[in-house]
């Protein structure tokens, strides 16, 4: 059996020597038969035609398997040791597990489209020491173990993850498996057609030699600032069939930081409104190759389909006054404000000041008469001071003091201490020379 497909897998690739030896139409069912023995006896050595796994084809000298829509549940063990290229497509393989590929490490492609696979478990290729090309796409993946990409010295080219990924819970799965796979070879990533919305930032900055990245027919509608971080190798950026609606002045210095590459953004669908002002300039003048033939307006109505690039400013119904004039008009507005605020502060307190004008003229009145007490008794302060009769006396009283202090009652004894002035000083005075000595 195993035999049997291998030749006539050969006979396809020498079916022209075929009839040029068996010409003659009655031979040929025998002269194909015999050359098939003839291949066998003489390539169909042993470590050549080892056993191939039920459910697949094995084809020696391509080097190749093929388990194509077989229904088969896990992925088949025991494939030969000198294949290069395994195809197991069109399965219901719903694991990867860590066995699942085991010793195959002149393995250099792997397809492994359409199997309705869910879950890819850690280190789940990483007996694929050679490997290069991964073929992921059209399957459901939910899990993503963060090490399910690891394989030692980085061999991975190319990945492709195209319709595979299942709900954005896969999206964030699959960025800690780039953090943590060391795919530090990779050089093509394919993510189209995955429904996303949003990448997460910084998600492919542990790809350093990646020079192609495909992110069409997604849903992105926005790039933000740090999303294509850590690319110094990036050559392609594919975000064509999205859902851009226009591209902000943070996303277009995100796509300007990556130089001089080649960009798709065709087919989105583009808001040809004032908004878009900033991506109609980038195109004129960024150093990006962009597909400017499919960049085209799809609404409003009366430009859907026109070209961006070039698009007047006029055209996007967008008059912008001049710069100058702007600040100038800011300017004159806020002093304008500033002007009312104050007439309205003001006329508030006129206002209270009407209403309260009874309790106003009082409290007027009171101070003037509080005023007037106070600025009274400085003025007989002043007149006392500056009298120097009045003065003397003072100090006499204050000096006769000791002589008659026996005499005095605690009243007097406390009047006299405190030397006050405004008391009448002769009255003074005479208290302290009629009192008769009472300790006598
Ligand atoms: C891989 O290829 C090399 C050389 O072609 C061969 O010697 C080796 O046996 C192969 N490995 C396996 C597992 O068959
Ligand atoms: C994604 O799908 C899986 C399986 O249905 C579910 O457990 C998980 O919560 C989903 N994640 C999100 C973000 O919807
Ligand atoms: C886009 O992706 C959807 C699935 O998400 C698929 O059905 C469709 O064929 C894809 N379109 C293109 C143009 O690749
Ligand atoms: C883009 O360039 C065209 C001419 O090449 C010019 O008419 C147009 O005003 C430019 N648009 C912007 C937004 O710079």
Redesign the pocket.
């Known amino acids: 059996m195993n035999s049997h497909q291998f030749l006539y897998s050969q006979s396809g690739a020498d079916s022209e020597g075929l009839t040029l030896e068996c010409s003659l139409p009655p031979l040929q069912q025998m002269c194909v038969f015999a050359l098939r023995v003839f291949l066998g006896v003489l390539l169909c050595a042993p470590h050549l035609c080892s056993e191939c796994p039920s459910g697949c084809e094995c084809f020696a000298v391509t080097r190749t398997v093929k388990c194509v829509s077989k229904d088969l549940l896990a992925v088949p063990q025991s494939v030969p040791g000198y294949a290069r290229t395994v195809f197991i497509t069109g399965n219901d393989i719903h694991q990867i597990g860590p066995d699942s590929f085991a010793e195959l490490e002149n393995v250099t492609n792997i397809i492994l489209s359409n199997n309705r696979i869910t879950e890819m478990a850690s280190h789940s290729f990483s007996a694929l020491l050679n490997l290069r090309f991964l073929d992921l796409s059209g399957n459901q993946l ?1 899990l993503i173990h963060p090490e399910a990409l690891s394989i030692p010295g980085s061999p991975l080219q190319e990945l492709s993850l195209s319709r595979s990924l ?5 999206l964030t799965d699959l960025a800690t498996a780039l953090r943590w796979g060391g795919l530090r070879g990779l050089l093509r990533l394919d993510l189209s057609g995955n429904q996303l919305s949003l990448l997460p930032p910084g998600m492919f900055s542990h790809l350093p030699s990646l020079q192609q990245l495909f992110l069409t027919n997604n849903s992105l509608v926005t790039v933000y600032s740090g999303t294509f971080s850590g690319m110094n190798q990036l050559q392609v950026l594919d975000l064509s069939h999205n859902a851009f609606s226009t591209f902000s002045a943070d996303a277009l210095q995100e796509l300007e930081t990556l130089g001089n590459i080649q960009v798709f953004l065709g087919n989105n669908p583009y808001t040809c409104s004032c908004e878009i002002q900033d991506f109609v300039s980038w195109l004129n003048e960024s150093r990006a190759q962009v597909d400017v033939e499919a960049v085209r307006c799809a609404s409003p109505r009366g430009l859907n389909g026109t070209l961006l690039q070039g698009l007047s400013v006029q055209a996007v119904g967008c008059v912008v006054p001049d710069q100058a004039e702007v600040a100038d008009l800011t300017l004159q507005t806020s002093y304008v404000f500033l002007g009312l605020v104050l007439g309205f502060v003001g006329m508030v307190f006129l206002l209270v000041l009407y209403l309260n004008r009874t309790d106003m003229k009082n409290w007027i009145i009171g101070m003037r008469d509080a005023c007037h007490d106070i600025l009274e008794g400085y003025h007989y302060r002043y007149e006392i001071d500056s009298d120097p009769r009045l003065g003397h006396i003072s100090a006499a009283n204050c000096n006769s003091r000791e002589k008659g202090q026996q005499g005095l009652t605690l009243s007097q004894k406390l009047l006299s201490d405190t030397c006050i002035l405004q008391v009448p000083t002769d009255t003074h005075v005479r208290q302290v020379t009629a009192s008769p000595p009472v300790g006598l």
């Open positions: 939910v299942y709900n954005f819970s896969a």
